[in-house]
């Protein structure tokens, strides 16, 4: 397993990219939750529901696509 560092730095210029958006974007939804939201499970509820969101997101994103041989 490759480590984050290394995939972001090996990686193809737009994976890259959008692993680093998806990162920004998580961190900006998990201030605005704690900035909006004084109840403090609730404030956990949103913050494991962002994570779980970017992790789903990356995970869709960066799936290996199944590339089938024919046979001759």
Same mark, same amino acid.
């Given at each position: 397993?490759?480590?984050? +560092?290394? /995939?972001?730095?090996?990686?193809?210029?737009?994976?890259?990219? #959008?692993?680093?958006?998806?990162? #920004?974007? *998580?961190?900006?939804?998990?201030? +605005?939750?704690?900035?909006?939201?004084?109840? %403090?499970?609730? !404030?956990? $509820?949103?913050?494991? /529901?962002?994570? *779980?969101? #970017?992790?789903?997101?990356?995970?869709? !994103? /960066? %799936?290996?696509?199944?590339?089938?041989?024919? $046979?001759?």
């Amino acid at each position: 397993m490759k480590s984050l +560092i290394a /995939f972001i730095i090996n990686g193809r210029r737009n994976e890259a990219l #959008g692993l680093l958006a998806i990162g #920004g974007i *998580v961190l900006i939804c998990s201030h +605005i939750a704690e900035r909006e939201i004084a109840d %403090r499970a609730k !404030l956990e $509820c949103a913050n494991a /529901f962002v994570i *779980v969101a #970017g992790i789903a997101v990356t995970a869709i !994103l /960066f %799936r290996r696509r199944r590339v089938e041989r024919k $046979c001759k």
